[in-house]
């Protein structure tokens, strides 16, 4: 008889893995602690998504900071954030980050200061390993410079780097280094053109009070 990964057989009591091997006790047990701390996990994420529906930036951004998201001075989100592994990411001053965005924080994320993310922004640092045998899945760390906009609905993949001052176009599937002041845009992103500012001073303007 076989319960989840528990066999229980003629021959003894026993641990499988996902493949049906057999399991010696102690990593069976590393597994076991391994899944609880999952399940908690899971609970945590949702309930960072019940408290993104909530209509005001101090009652959200107080929640994030308790979960262990660093939130810099004056830095916002909006509305409708997910996370994945908020203690590993990191949001410098004056940052607003737009609504419906996906942070994911399974590897270190920085996001830079005075940085403007749009709607639905996705950025992720894990992805599988389409060349293992076992599909796991590799973590690389996504690093944002300041003063830098993410246009609505572009996708940062893991390892990326992204300078200073640089303008990501609407739409937009990030696979490589973004250098510091220049504009791309595209699937995969290309460089189209400069951003001509030679210093950034500004801050961005107040968040959107109910967002």
């Known amino acids: ?6 066999v229980v057989s003629d021959k ?18 590393g597994k076991i602690l391994n899944r609880f701390y999952s399940y908690l996990l899971d609970l ?15 009652i959200r951004n107080f ?8 939130l810099g001075n004056k830095a ?15 949001i410098g001053e004056g940052s607003i980050i737009g609504q419906g965005v996906f942070l994911d924080g399974r590897a270190p994320l920085r996001i ?3 940085c403007d993310f749009a709607t639905d922004v996705m ?7 389409l060349s293992d045998p076992s599909f796991n899945a590799t973590e690389e760390q996504v690093t944002i410079g300041d003063y830098v906009f993410v246009g609505p609905r572009v996708i940062i993949l893991p390892g990326v780097k992204v ?24 699937v995969p992103a290309k460089v189209i053109a400069v951003r001509p500012l030679k210093e950034y001073k500004y801050k961005l303007g107040r968040p959107r009070l109910f967002q």
């Open 63 to 70: 929640c994030y900071r308790l979960s262990g998201l660093r």
């Open 44 to 58: 945590k994420l949702l309930l960072l998504n019940i408290v993104g529906l909530i209509p005001s930036h101090t």
């Open 123 to 129: 950025i992720y640092n894990s992805e599988h390993d």
């Open 163 to 186: 300078g200073d001052g640089a303008i990501i176009a609407a739409g937009a599937v990030v696979t490589k280094d973004v250098p510091e002041k220049t504009i791309v845009g595209g």
């Open 12 to 29: 003894g009591i026993y641990f499988v893995n996902k493949d049906g091997g057999k399991l010696k006790t102690g990593a069976a047990l």
């Open 1 to 6: 008889m076989k319960i989840a990964n528990l």
């Open 76 to 90: 916002t989100i909006h509305m409708g954030a997910k996370f994945f592994q908020p203690k590993n990411i990191s």
């Open 112 to 114: 830079g200061k005075h």
